[in-house]
C-alpha cells in the first residue's frame, strides 16, 4: 500500500538551516507530484509548495520562495525539503502528501526553532 | 491568494446527528480545462490529515456514504449523516485550482 515516511523530530537553533525527508513506497514516486503542508501548532494547514519527482519541477507558495528548498532522489523514492535561515515561525509540524487530491499523507516532522 | 472561508468555525453534534460545514471561496475554483479542485479532509486528534472528499463530491476509497459532498463555483458544503464517535475532529477545505492552493481556516466537529 502506499506509504510516506517521514524523518524525525528536529531541534535547531534560530538561523539554522534544516532538511527533512518523506520515502515513498507502495506506488512508482515519479508518477506523482509531492506537497509539502506546514501546521502551525493549534492552526491551520499551509501549502508550502510541490515537487514533481520525474522532472524535479517546482511549484512555489510565494510566501515560502526562499525559505524552503524541494529536491527529490529517485533512487531511493525520497522527497526532501530544507528550510533555510530559521525563526521561531518555522516552528510546525511538517507534511509531505501525495499530489493530486493528497489522499496520501505523511505522518508529520515536527520542527522546533529554539536557542 | 484564494482565501476559504469555513463556517462554522466548530460545531456541537449529537451521536447520530447530522453536520453540515460551509466552504466559501473568494474566487470561482472551476478551473480552465472545466474541472473543479475543492477537496475535503478530516483531521482525529494527534493524526496527519486523511482526505475525504475530491472534486467536489467525490468520496476517496473507503470512505462511507455518510459522507457527501456538493457544491459549485464558489460555494461548497460538506454533510456529515448520523455522525459517529471517530468523526470527531478538525474538517478543512481544500482549493487546488488556483496557485498557490489554499485551505479553509478549519471546523472543529464536537460532540453535544
Known amino acids: 500500500q502506499v506509504k510516506l515516511l517521514q524523518s524525525g523530530a528536529a531541534l535547531v537553533k534560530p538561523g539554522a538551516s534544516v532538511k527533512m525527508s518523506c520515502k515513498a513506497s507502495?506506488?512508482?514516486?515519479?508518477?506523482?507530484?509531492v506537497s509539502w503542508v506546514k501546521q502551525s501548532h493549534g492552526k491551520s494547514l499551509e501549502w508550502i509548495g510541490e515537487?514533481?519527482?520525474?522532472?524535479?519541477?517546482?511549484n512555489f507558495n510565494e510566501k515560502f520562495k526562499g525559505k524552503a528548498t524541494l529536491t527529490v532522489d529517485k533512487s531511493t523514492s525520497t522527497a526532501y525539503m530544507e528550510l533555510s535561515r530559521l525563526t521561531s515561525e518555522d516552528s510546525a509540524i511538517y507534511y509531505c502528501?501525495?499530489?493530486?487530491?493528497?489522499?496520501?499523507w505523511g505522518q508529520g516532522t515536527l520542527v522546533t526553532v529554539s536557542s | 491568494d484564494v482565501v476559504l472561508t469555513q463556517t462554522p468555525v466548530s460545531l456541537l453534534i449529537s451521536l447520530g446527528g447530522q453536520a453540515s460545514i460551509s466552504c466559501r471561496s473568494s474566487?470561482?475554483?472551476?478551473?480552465?480545462?472545466?474541472?473543479?479542485?475543492l477537496h475535503w479532509y478530516l483531521q482525529k486528534p494527534g493524526q496527519s490529515p486523511q482526505l475525504l472528499i475530491y472534486?467536489?463530491?467525490n468520496r476517496f476509497s473507503g470512505i462511507p456514504d455518510r459522507f457527501s459532498g456538493s457544491g459549485s463555483g464558489t460555494d461548497f458544503t460538506l454533510k456529515i449523516s448520523r455522525v459517529e464517535p471517530e468523526d470527531l475532529g478538525v474538517y478543512y477545505c481544500?482549493?487546488?485550482?488556483?496557485?498557490?492552493?489554499?485551505f479553509g481556516g478549519g471546523t472543529k466537529l464536537e460532540l453535544k
Open positions: 515537487i514533481y519527482p520525474n522532472s524535479g519541477a517546482t
Open positions: 502528501t501525495r499530489g493530486g487530491p493528497g489522499a496520501y
Open positions: 481544500l482549493q487546488r485550482t488556483h496557485n498557490p492552493r489554499t
Open positions: 472534486q467536489v463530491s
Open positions: 507502495g506506488y512508482t514516486f515519479t508518477d506523482y507530484w
Open positions: 474566487q470561482s475554483l472551476v478551473h480552465s480545462n472545466g474541472n473543479t479542485y
